[in-house]
């Protein structure tokens, strides 16, 4: 099964453990995206994932296409042109310090690309599921018009498409978010959101509900999840649910509405290692669970499960295996040592 996802590969770069960007003089270089997230997690998961976007052509390019690569990401339509890669800078929180990221990513290869660049047709040939994130858009430029060109073509072809809303302040405001997302919604078949997107992008809040004191009111969110699928169209929703009880405890469930009825998840209760990527992980774990067949249930399961170990792996990728995933929806979660 071919799964296809398109965004923007941005370089990483952050100061060891939890230090601050004042207290040092060096950082770690990774990469990290919001859709390359998700094609790395599918293809650990055995599937074919590939990924598309635009990258210059110099070192740093072909380092990140290198990246992706090593991980087993079909990288064929990845097209090469620009002049640079977008960069973010991520300060990891400890305790009652929250973590930041300062992006830098204005005139990226990506950012600049235009519609010719992407032979759509080409790139669909014998997919199954397409899957964009509202970043992608956000980023300005052509790339609401591509994002959309995309969609009809993978429409065309017959693919599943699904999107995880992402709504940036800093890259957009919600009035433009709800413009451009409610018309590229008309062609998106799965929606995913975590406990603020939908409030942001559509204006549809889960009612008693206060994000930023740590108080969700869950049942709240089916409503939320009903309201999507009625007035945008989605024939399924997906809703990611976090309790922030400080930078290193989270607490972490999901609700699925599959347009006839509601499931909730097994709430984890975490110790942070990396936040970077945990959605992404998630809709990872949904999309291979919905496409080997799984029930409802048992693919929100699975896919909140996925989610739960990214938050245990450093780096944006999710580097767990479906053995591992499965091993912690049966109830394994004690975290001992396996020898």
């Known amino acids: 099964m071919k799964v296809v996802t398109f965004g923007e590969l941005m370089l990483r770069l952050e100061p060891a453990g939890v230090y601050r960007f004042v207290q040092v003089d060096s950082m770690t270089a990774t990469f990290g995206g919001a859709e390359a997230n998700v094609a790395v997690s599918l293809a650990n998961f055995g599937l074919e994932s590939c990924y598309v976007t635009k990258l210059p052509e110099h070192e740093i390019g072909q380092s990140a296409v290198n990246n992706l690569r090593r991980f087993g990401v079909n990288t064929q339509y990845i097209v090469r042109g620009g002049s640079r890669v977008g960069i973010y800078f991520n300060e990891r929180g400890a305790s009652q310090r929250p973590s930041k990221c300062i992006y830098d990513r204005a005139h990226s290869a990506i950012a600049e690309a235009l519609p010719e660049d992407f032979d759509w047709e080409k790139i669909f040939e014998g997919c199954s599921w397409f899957h964009i994130t509202g970043i992608t858009p956000a980023l300005g430029g052509k790339l609401p018009l591509i994002c959309e060109e995309a969609c009809k073509a993978a429409k065309k072809a017959g693919a599943v498409i699904s999107c995880d809303l992402n709504y940036r302040s800093k890259l957009w405001s919600t009035d433009e978010a709800r413009r451009v ?127 739960c170990l990214k938050h245990s792996v450093e780096g944006d990728f999710n580097m767990v295996t479906v053995q591992e995933v499965e091993h912690l929806v049966a109830g394994d979660a004690s975290g001992r040592i396996q020898r």
């Open 181 to 307: 997302m409610t018309k590229l919604s008309g062609y998106v078949d799965v929606c995913i959101a975590n406990e603020e997107d939908a409030k942001n992008v559509f204006g549809i809040a889960a009612k008693d509900t206060d994000v930023e004191n740590g108080k969700l009111n869950k049942e709240g969110y089916f409503s939320v999840a009903k309201q999507l699928a009625e007035k945008l169209g989605f024939k399924k929703v997906a809703i990611t649910l976090r309790t922030s009880i400080n930078a290193n405890r989270n607490k972490w469930a999901a609700l699925f509405y599959d347009g006839t009825d509601f499931f909730f998840s097994h709430e984890y209760d975490m110790f942070v290692v990396d936040r970077l990527g945990g959605g992404d992980s998630f809709t990872a774990g949904l999309i291979y669970a919905l496409l080997t067949g799984k029930d409802s249930q048992s693919a929100l399961d699975f896919a909140v499960a996925s989610s």
